[in-house]
Every structure is written in C-alpha cells, then in structure tokens.
C-alpha cells in the first residue's frame, strides 16, 4: 500500500505542505549561504520519493500539468522582462558571441551528449538540448558573491545566463514543435510551415501584447494600483490563448512579451520588477517541490553510469568547446575565458521547462521522454555543487578572484567622509565615495581615495560601480532627501540592515518623521552631517582601537570618555555603524573607529611619553591597540 494513499493529503493540504517546504528551503540557503536550488531539491525528494509524503500526481490529478505550465509560462516572462538590453554595457560583444555562437553550438553539443552518453533518442535529446542552453542566473549570482570574481568574467557569466534563459526555453519550444510536426500526418512542406507560422504567430502576439501594455501604462490608462494585477492577469491570458491557438506557443508568447515590457522604459519598471521577482521566488519554489515530489523512485533507479557520462559530457567537453569557440577573437584573456568555459551551473528553467516537455514528449509517445526529467535534476545537482565548491579555488588559482573584504560603500564627498574613508583605508577595508557633484570629490581624490562621479542610481553607475565589492551602505551627502532616495532604492539589493544614512535635520520631530520603510538605519546618537563636520573643525581625528583580552570595551570607555564612535568592525569583518554609543558593543577583535578631541590625543600623548620614561620591567597603564 502506498504511503501518499495512506496519509491522504487534499489539494489544500498539498499546497500548503509545498509552499511550506519550498520557501522554507529557500529562506534556509539564505540563512546558510548554499545554493537555494540544491535544498529545493532535496526538500522535494525527502517529502516526495524517499517518504511518500507529498504525491503530487495523486494529490493533484489533471490539474498538475496545467499548474506546472503556468508557473514556467511566468518564469519565463520573468527571464525575458529581466533581459534589458540597455545594461549590457562592457559586456556587450562577448554575451553577443555567447549567444548567437554559443547557443546553437551549445544546443548541438548537448544534444550530442545526450544521445551518445544517455542514451536519448533524437527526438528526446533535441528538446533537453535545447533546454541545456540555459546556465541559470538563479543559481549564477549567488555563486558570484561567494567567489568575489573580477569585474569582467562575472558580468559576461551573469548576463550569459540572463539572455540564455528564455533563448533555452524557445530552443526547446521549436525542437518540440518539430517533433511534433514530424509525428504527424503532415508533408514536410506544410510540417514547415506549421512550425514557421508558429514561430511567428507566437513572437507577434507576445510583441502586440507587450508593446499595448507598455503604451496603456505609458499613457496613464491603468491607475498604479492596477497595474500589477493588469499584467500578470495579461500574461496568464496571453498564454492560454496563444496555447489554445496554436499547441505549445504560448511559452514563446510570454518570453517574447516580457523582452518587450522590460525594454519599454517604463517609470513603473521596478514595481513591475518586484512582483516578477516575489511571483517568481513562489512559483520557482512550487515547482522544484512539485517536481522533485512526482520523480518515481524507479526512475532514479533508473539512472546507470549512462547518467554519469552524460554529466562528464557536459561539464568537460560540451561547456567548454562552445565558450572557447565562442569567445575566439574577442580579445579576453586566456585566464578569463578558461574560467568562463568551466563554469556553466544550471538552475530553475533546466528543472522546470524539462520536468515539463518531458511529460509533453511523454504523452505524445516519444518512449524516453519521462527519462528527461531525472537527467536534469542530476544535471542540476552535480553542476551545482560541483561549480559551488571549485568556482572561487579555481578564481584566485587563475588570478581572476577579487580578495578585497567587502566594505564601504559613501555616497556623499565631504570632509566627514573623506576622513572616515582615509582610516578604512588604513585598516585595508575597501571603501569607495561617489558624488554627482565632482566639486565635493576633490578633497577625496587628493588624499587617494576611490571614487565615482555621477549618480549612484544612474545606468553609469551600474556599469561602473560593483556593489558586490561592498557589504555596506552610507548615504551622507549635504541633501537628507538625496540621502533617502539613495538608501530606500538600494536596501532591497543590499539588505536593509546593511544600508545606512545619517540623520535628517529634524529628524527626532514628529512632524518631519518619516515611515520606517524609507531611507536607512540612522547612526551617530542623531548628529547630522553638519555636526560631523563641526566636530573635524574644532580638530578632532580619527582614531581606530582594536579591542582584546587585555583591553576591553570597558576599558576604552574609561580611557576615552569623551570619544564619538562612528563604526565598529567585527573580528570576521562585518560593519556595523554606532546608533547609541551607551549601547554599543564589540567583542574581542573588533575594531572601534571613533572621533577624538585634541584634548584627549595630547593627554594620550603625555600618557605615552611618561610610560616611556619609566624604567623597564615596570608596567604601565593599558593603552589603546592601534
């Protein structure tokens, strides 16, 4: 008697047990710092094959098939909405090559190793050949965090894997139309030209229907409450109609549809970005669960050395062959492109478009379609944790790893933060100042610290700032409304935790509060920029204090009474600015960077010159640890 009959869960039951161990599995990759897909995975086997708990197509029935469509119909109009062409910038000529070269040869030389290493029929490895196109940005961009690669070949795998994501999904539509083209009672002629009117049919809709929605939310015909419910509605007609239409045209729709959207340059783009970003985390998450759940245990059972050789396929031969052939004459380094070619982790769309076109191929009687299912999840599997432990190794191995701690990231040149950089520096923490007004970069500079002149916000910054570098935020400019802007638009990306500002004059009245979910986390017991700044006139310096057994926290409050503390640096490198110095803490490691006034550095200073004085083997009073 099976297990999933015995427990009996309904559809409600099933959903909640799904969203639960799907999101679930996500938070805790966050709280880990591992991949998000691998623990997806494995939640879905563990409540799936290996206990029994969750049979989604027992729980589930006719409805599975349809719901697993429309979760990666959205994927994929996420993939498309996120592909803006205008953020390429230096990356431009190599991601061209990795697409228009890499695509096809990569589909070809994966649909070579599925047949001659997995043993797949034709018919099977031409739609999972085309999937295999897609390398994931899901999976791409936690990957690159950890690795800390420079600039260039982490901006050419992260967009390969943007782009790639919706040209794998079409490559699989198209083989599939073929396919089924080819099973049936059609001449070749007319097989053609069903699949070109496919082609175009979908592409065009997608076009129109991106392009009406764009123009209505251009011209203020849908209010901005609506919009979010207006396009997700539109996305999900879009697909039943173009699918209902035309077989398995919708996918290619909606990816088209969302390129254009996500091009259209809309003031609403990043409320339409967050709900495809909090949609897509969902949807992701139901779907690995779903369909890790439905694997059968005698399919993994399956799985011979023909599954191995496959894998090795991939990995050793098919990856690299077409970025090396690819990247031929585009000027990178020999370093960077071996770093490119062995580095192809695949994500979320290889799961999802192939649990689903294997099922399709299933159905219409290609005999090893259900076998396309377990060939991604041990593909996704093995490159995942392979290219998780070896990427960053084989980054500072080739030279190509930036080993900067994470720090500082100021935006606002003034004489505060100009000093404030100067003892980061000191303490070999990477910190970089940006101004829109070159005026206030000129004191930072001439004392050599890094900058960036132009908005933090603007395209150019993106092209030319690597947030990655930095872990945290300041914004400290001489406008507070500057200051805000900066930091509520930038808290999503680098946590809301991590991103700070200084106090707004007048910020501790009621009347000038502002909700909590604009600007950042305030520091320095409510002094403003001003009085930063007044405090370096009257002659107070920078002063960093390590913190040890021998001389505790307490002890600097006793030897420096009068000292404002501005930023604690914890012993694993972690910045934290000081928001009440009565409350602040730092373990042994720390370091306290802190203000002084010329009265406690010249009583430091006789301090020092008696201890120096007296005669050795006496000890003298503890002093601060530089």
Request: aromatic share 8%; net charge neutral; no cysteine.
């Amino acid at each position: 008697m099976a297990v999933a009959e015995t427990v009996g869960l309904g559809p409600v039951m099933a959903f909640g047990l799904v969203g639960v161990f799907g999101v679930g599995a996500q938070w805790l990759a966050w709280r880990l710092r591992l991949p998000a897909i691998v623990l997806m995975l494995a939640a879905g086997l563990i409540v799936g094959p290996a206990t029994g708990l969750l049979n989604p197509s027992l729980e589930f029935g006719d409805l599975l098939g349809p719901l697993i469509a429309l979760a990666v119909a959205v994927i994929l109009f996420e993939g498309g909405f996120t592909l803006d062409l205008h953020r390429l910038g230096d990356a431009r000529s190599g991601v061209a090559r990795l697409v228009f070269i890499g695509a096809p040869l990569g589909w070809l030389l994966s649909t070579l190793a599925l047949v001659y290493g997995a043993g797949l029929s034709w018919e099977a490895a031409s739609v999972f050949g085309g999937i295999m196109v897609v390398t994931g940005p899901t999976v791409i961009a936690p990957l690159l965090r950890t690795a800390k690669l420079a600039r260039r070949p982490a901006r050419l795998l992260q967009w390969e894997a943007i782009v790639n994501d919706p040209i794998g999904a079409l490559a699989a539509v198209l083989a599939f139309e073929v396919v089924v083209t080819l099973r049936s009672n059609l001449s070749m002629g007319e097989a053609i030209w069903h699949l070109i009117l496919g082609i175009v049919f979908a592409g065009a809709v997608g076009g129109l229907v991106g392009y009406a929605i764009a123009w209505t939310f251009r011209r203020g015909k849908v209010p901005e409450f609506m919009k979010v419910p207006v396009l997700f509605a539109t996305l999900l007609a879009t697909y039943a109609v173009t699918n209902s239409m035309l077989h398995e045209s919708g996918l290619l729709a909606v990816t088209v549809m969302g390129l254009v959207i996500g091009n259209a340059d809309l003031p609403s783009y990043e409320e339409l970005r967050r709900f495809k970003e909090h949609a897509t985390v969902l949807l992701v998450s139901g779907v690995f669960i779903l369909l890790a759940a439905n694997i059968q245990v005698d399919q993994l059972a399956a799985l011979d050395w023909h599954a191995a050789l496959f894998v090795a396929l991939v990995v050793l031969v098919a990856r690299p062959l077409t970025v090396l052939i690819s990247l031929i004459g585009t000027g990178l380094a020999r370093n960077e492109r071996l770093l490119i070619a062995l580095t192809g982790p695949r994500g979320v769309v290889l799961v999802a478009v192939a649990g689903l076109f294997g099922q399709r191929l299933a159905d219409l009687g290609v005999a090893d379609g259900a076998r396309i299912g377990p060939l991604a999840f041990v593909l996704v599997l093995v490159t995942v944790i392979v290219h998780g432990f070896t990427l960053a190794p084989l980054a500072r191995k080739l030279g190509l790893a930036n080993t900067d701690k994470p720090g500082l990231l100021i935006v606002g040149g003034s004489r505060f933060t100009t000093a404030l950089a100067q003892v980061l520096m000191k303490a070999e923490i990477p910190v970089l100042i940006t101004d829109p007004n070159h005026a206030h970069l000129i004191r930072a500079r001439a004392s050599g610290v890094k900058t960036f002149y132009g908005d933090i916000l603007g395209e150019a910054a993106e092209d030319s700032v690597e947030l990655m570098s930095y872990s945290t935020l300041l914004a400290a400019t001489d406008n507070d409304a500057y200051n805000t802007l900066v930091a509520t638009d930038l808290a999503p990306e680098l946590g809301r935790d991590k991103v700070w500002q200084v106090p707004r004059l007048k910020d501790d009245r009621e009347r000038h509060a502002l909700p909590t979910q604009l600007g950042g986390r305030r520091f320095g017991a409510g002094r403003t920029l001003e009085g930063w700044e007044t405090l370096l006139a009257e002659g107070w310096v920078f002063r960093t204090t390590r913190i040890t057994e021998e001389y505790a926290l307490s002890d600097w409050r006793k030897k420096r009474p009068d000292a404002a503390p501005v930023l604690v640096v914890s012993a694993k490198g972690e910045l934290r600015f000081v928001t009440d110095p009565e409350a602040m803490k730092a373990e042994t490691g720390a370091r306290i960077f802190s203000l002084l006034p010329a009265k406690t550095l010249e009583e430091e200073s006789v301090a020092r010159a008696k201890d120096a004085e007296k005669p050795s083997g006496q000890p003298g009073p503890a002093a601060p640890i530089p």
